[in-house]
T-cell receptor, first 113, second 113 residues
Framework: SQQGEEDPQALSIQEGENATMNCSYK?????LQWYRQNSGRGLVHLIL?????REKHSGRLRVTLDTSKKSSSLLITASRAADTASYFC?????????????FGGGTRVLVKP | DTAVSQTPKYLVTQMGNDKSIKCEQN?????MYWYKQDSKKFLKIMFS???????INETVPNRFSPKSPDKAHLNLHINSLELGDSAVYFC????????????FGEGSRLTVL
């Protein structure tokens, strides 16, 4: 089963509005990351939040992490048409000698101009 | 210069064939991964190599065999292709195995007919 599960699966908003998506996970993590994927392209890293952090900002992005609820949220403020993409959360945990990054199924965001 | 490059970008082949996908990185990273993204956009880790050594091997049919000839290359060979192998395969890299961000290639879309 997927470690991270995003909610909602799809989101449609008008340009200028905020977009919020949530991620829930099941096991202990070292950090949680958010990635963006444009259609037909590879994933691009957006932001990383460590397990001992509660909130992080990067430009128009705001990420929160609640380890007691095993959940995270990604907020994109003042959305633009160019923000149209799929957004994935990924949880990082050390497995044996390696770091395993486990992805959820993503939230598809459509920003209408 | 593309940091993480995969070839081929598209591959269409018949069931039962054997095919390879190649990945090369010029970032000097120690760790490389193969991920599989299915038609519902779920990303699942398959393998991870650190300095040419296999460190993560998920439950993947043994028809899939990764090979890392050197630190900059990670190839994926698939024997006896099946319809269910149709997916987009992503190569990703990381500086180390400690849980930081991943750098993804653009993906190789495999279609098995």
């Amino acid at each position: 089963s997927q470690q991270g599960e995003e909610d909602p699966q799809a989101l449609s908003i008008q340009e200028g509005e905020n977009a919020t998506m949530n991620c829930s996970y099941k096991t202990s993590i070292n950090n949680l990351q958010w990635y963006r994927q444009n259609s037909g392209r590879g994933l691009v890293h957006l932001i990383l939040i460590r397990s001992n952090e509660r909130e992080k900002h990067s430009g128009r992005l705001r990420v929160t992490l609640d380890t007691s609820k095993k959940s995270s949220s990604l907020l994109i403020t003042a959305s633009r048409a160019a923000d149209t993409a799929s957004y994935f959360c990924a949880t990082a945990a050390i497995v044996g000698a390696g770091n395993k990054l486990t992805f959820g199924g993503g939230t598809r965001v459509l920003v209408k101009p | 210069d593309t940091a993480v490059s995969q070839t081929p970008k598209y591959l269409v082949t018949q069931m039962g064939n054997d095919k390879s996908i190649k990945c090369e990185q010029n970032l000097g990273h120690d760790t490389m991964y193969w991920y599989k993204q299915d038609s519902k956009k779920f990303l699942k880790i398959m393998f991870s190599y650190n300095n040419k050594e296999l460190i993560i091997n998920e439950t993947v049919p043994n028809r899939f065999s990764p090979k890392s000839p050197d630190k900059a290359h990670l190839n994926l060979h698939i024997n006896s292709l099946e319809l269910g192998d149709s997916a987009v395969y992503f190569c990703a890299t990381a500086p180390g195995a400690s849980g930081g961000e991943l750098f993804f290639g653009e993906g190789s879309r495999l279609t098995v007919l």
